[in-house]
């Protein structure tokens, strides 16, 4: 009997490793391509970057542009993309858990971060800066001795500014919502994070302005997994950030956005 089935189970055994050795490894790019979607973490509360439209409930932004011509580049067509909402805090580990192909989301690029992810080349250059009321009590940093600073947990101002300031109070927020409710219900003396978006809530609310001058240069880079597996989607989104500074479209994304 079992001699009458060697042959068989021989042939069968042949047949499953041929086709084991056919299937291959997708790295990350292979993967965005075979999927025909690119999926992207971006903010939803950090005007103009990522922020949801009221109008279209869309998330839209200078950063969502970024992500959708890197999804045009990749994929030929703008709206082949899935959009995440992301936070300070969660963003990182949305990323490096595979939840995100990759970070569009006012991610300054630091030495800190870069033990963790990889960034593409900076498109945009933000400062840290504090907004304050126009006609209030503080018109410097110096004044914010002793007062009370907002900041998001998990931002580079949540972990520098105390070092600016370090008289301070700072209350921690998980979003920028809460963050700004909170500073409109007068439960802070300054709002601090990086001017960029500081100017989205000043646009908004124009009893506000933003201390002068920036405190840090914060250089914004696109979040990718690191390692070989994901060097030909850093070589694509680079190559499409590379295009965009050159051909006038991060220039043209400044003056859609309002961005200063
Ligand atoms: N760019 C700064 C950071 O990466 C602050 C802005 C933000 O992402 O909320 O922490």
Avoid at 40 to 54: A, R, T
Wanted: a positive charge; proline letters at 3%.
């Amino acid at each position: 009997m079992f001699r009458k089935l060697f042959p068989i189970f021989i042939l069968f055994m042949a047949v499953f490793l041929c086709s084991c050795g056919k299937e291959k490894h997708l790295n990350q790019f292979e993967k965005i391509v075979e999927r025909d979607k690119l999926i992207v973490g971006v903010k939803s509360d950090s005007k103009p970057f990522g922020y949801i439209d009221m109008n279209t409930l869309d998330i839209v932004g200078f950063d969502v542009d970024i992500a959708k011509r890197i999804a045009k580049d990749i994929l030929g067509d703008e709206n082949k993309i899935q959009l995440i909402p992301v936070t300070p805090e969660n963003r990182i580990e949305t990323l490096t858990s595979g939840k995100v192909d990759i970070v569009v989301a006012t991610m300054s690029i630091t030495k800190q971060r870069q033990e963790v992810i990889d960034f593409s080349e900076p498109y945009y250059f933000a400062g840290q800066s504090a907004a304050v009321l126009s006609n209030g009590k503080v018109q410097s940093y110096s004044d914010l001795n002793n007062k009370k600073i907002l900041v998001v947990l998990g931002t580079t101002a949540a972990t520098d500014i105390k070092k600016t300031i370090p008289g301070a109070f700072i209350i921690g927020y998980k979003n920028y919502t809460e963050l700004f409710d909170s500073f409109k219900n007068l439960r802070g003396d300054a709002a601090a994070t990086d001017d960029a978006i500081l100017a989205g809530f000043v646009m908004d609310n124009p009893d506000y302005k933003i201390l002068n001058p920036r405190l840090t240069i914060e250089p914004y880079g696109v979040g990718i997994r690191k390692g070989q597996d994901s060097a030909a989607l850093k070589y694509a989104v680079n190559r499409t950030i590379s295009n965009m500074k050159s051909d006038g479209s991060i220039n043209a994304l400044k003056q859609k956005w309002f961005v200063y």
